[in-house]
């Protein structure tokens, strides 16, 4: 049974609860899988600053309507995710953009950046290419995770839903490691083995309007019309991007997911027949980076770097940055500080949280014509 999909149709975000609420009653409803007091984590699609209308983020109805069904649950909702951007402060740039911030404002849900929240190094039973990860805490502090994916085309995986929604609770390192592989086979390998260790519990799909074309971000916004829930974030991925007119098994996330054990291949799907809402997305280009030979994508990849670097003319020693670095790579060398650059994930939380504004950003030639800053 938790291998079921929903689809509900929604033409109009002002009527999200009810629609969000019907599509997790016809798979079985929240009580299923929240206990009266559980930390409830909601993890949108917060990938970059951009404004509701432009879909390249989970919609703020969609958070508004999980706030209140999660809370009349008895269930203590908390909103987090990390920007999928290279830059300091780029999270919450993001939640204020997104509208999600005022979400979590307005209904008094803690809102947590991923970047800046911390991680924890933890090790990964059976992976193929990444047998340890630093995973944001705030993943593994929660008691119930619940994946809020956004409908849309990607570059690199031909479509992004409730799996690759985790990629958020990754550092940028870890990220830009798994892009590196450059081969969509083995990306989609990489994006499992953080699946197989931060699973959600739920996943819900705003597919009212979704991001055909070059997705996740460079996309054109389609009304779809549509929320999708299941259980299993496997079997909706597979009901999700067939809507959307793309073969499930040319998904490497999907098929790396299914090769392992997870999800099905032919879900049940209850609530309105696919074909209702089925539209022809079309497919993203592929990109420059991701049509280009591997070597060349690692090549280029390793020259691209942003990097935090204490500034030790401003620096007052305070400490701030070496007690909240996750992976410990803040040292003292002599009588400064200095992060070491093999141990950095790249997080950004020591120019965050430095007092003394005293961490500067250290671009390479490639970062700097390509960033423009």
Known sequence: MCDRV?????DDYSKSKKYVADSISLIGGLESIISRGDRVLLKPNVLAARKPEDAVTTHPSILVSMCELVKEA??????GDGSGMTHPGATADA???????DVAKNYNVELINFQTAGYVEIDVPNAIHFPKLHL??????????????????????YYTGA????????????????????????????????????????????????????GPSHGTPVKTGAILASYDCVSLDVVASDIMGIDPMKVPTTV??????????????????????????????GGILFNAPPFVTKFFGRYFEMRPKIDTSRCVLCGAC???????????????????????????????????????IEKSLLAKIITKR
């Open 136 to 157: 944001s805490k705030a993943v593994m502090d929660a008691d119930v995770i619940i994946s809020l994916a956004k409908m849309k085309t990607h570059e690199l995986t």
């Open 256 to 285: 790396a997911a299914l090769e392992r054990g997870f999800g099905e291949n032919e879900p049940k799907v209850v609530g309105v027949n696919p074909a209702d809402v089925k539209i022809n997305y079309k497919p993203s280009s």
């Open 95 to 101: 939640f204020r953009a997104s509208r999600i911030e």
């Open 163 to 214: 799996v690759k929604n985790m990629f958020g609770a990754l550092p940028l390192r870890t990220r830009k490691e798994m892009h590196l592989l450059a081969d969509r086979k083995i990306f989609g390998e990489a994006v499992i083995d953080l699946y197989s260790v931060a699973k959600p519990h739920l996943a819900v799909m705003d597919a009212v309007v979704g991001m055909e074309g070059n």
């Open 74 to 79: 008895g269930g203590i909702p908390v909103i």
């Open 322 to 360: 070496a007690m909240n670095c996750s992976a410990h790579a803040i040292e003292e060398v002599e009588d400064h500080l200095e992060i070491n650059r093999e141990k950095c994930i790249l997080c950004y939380c020591c120019r965050e949280l430095c007092p003394a504004n005293a961490v500067d």
């Open 6 to 10: 929903s689809i509900v149709q929604c």
